[in-house]
């Protein structure tokens, strides 16, 4: 898993990227961090920047188990090497243990920032 102040910068560069017309809603994986706690540090660390005036709404996000069969459950054991045995299958399946998941602006169909406008 990777350690908070890393995600707080990749999240910080990811949203300088895209507009955000002033909001932005992410999910912040619970066993890296309080949802509370990485919102408090998000507004301590953007002071003074562009991303200062972002209304940042922060959500849990589960770590769960995707496997080729079609099961799809949250999974709460903090030691894995990113699989485990399936418990409908038996197959090896994948962890999906994400640090963060940015929900809006959505990345897929967000525009990207052309200016940067102080006021």
């Given at each position: 898993?990777?350690?908070?102040?890393?995600?707080l910068?990749?999240?910080?560069?990811d949203?300088?990227?895209?507009?955000?017309?002033?909001?932005a809603?992410?999910?912040?994986?619970s066993?890296?961090?309080?949802?509370?706690?990485?919102?408090?540090?998000?507004?301590?660390?953007?002071?003074?920047?562009?991303?200062?005036?972002?209304?940042?709404?922060?959500?849990?996000?589960?770590?769960?188990?995707?496997?080729?069969?079609?099961y799809?459950?949250d999974?709460?054991?903090?030691?894995?090497?990113?699989?485990?045995?399936?418990?409908?299958c038996?197959?090896?399946?994948?962890?999906?243990?994400?640090?963060?998941?940015?929900?809006?602006?959505?990345?897929?169909?967000?525009?990207l920032?052309t200016n940067?406008?102080?006021?």
């Amino acid at each position: 898993m990777e350690k908070v102040g890393n995600v707080l910068i990749n999240l910080m560069q990811d949203l300088s990227q895209y507009s955000t017309d002033g909001n932005a809603h992410i999910k912040i994986n619970s066993s890296m961090c309080d949802p509370h706690q990485f919102q408090t540090l998000f507004n301590y660390f953007t002071k003074g920047t562009i991303l200062e005036r972002i209304d940042l709404k922060v959500d849990e996000l589960n770590t769960y188990v995707d496997c080729s069969c079609g099961y799809n459950q949250d999974f709460d054991q903090d030691d894995h090497a990113g699989y485990t045995r399936c418990p409908r299958c038996g197959k090896f399946a994948e962890v999906k243990d994400r640090p963060y998941e940015l929900v809006t602006p959505n990345p897929s169909n967000a525009n990207l920032r052309t200016n940067i406008r102080f006021s």
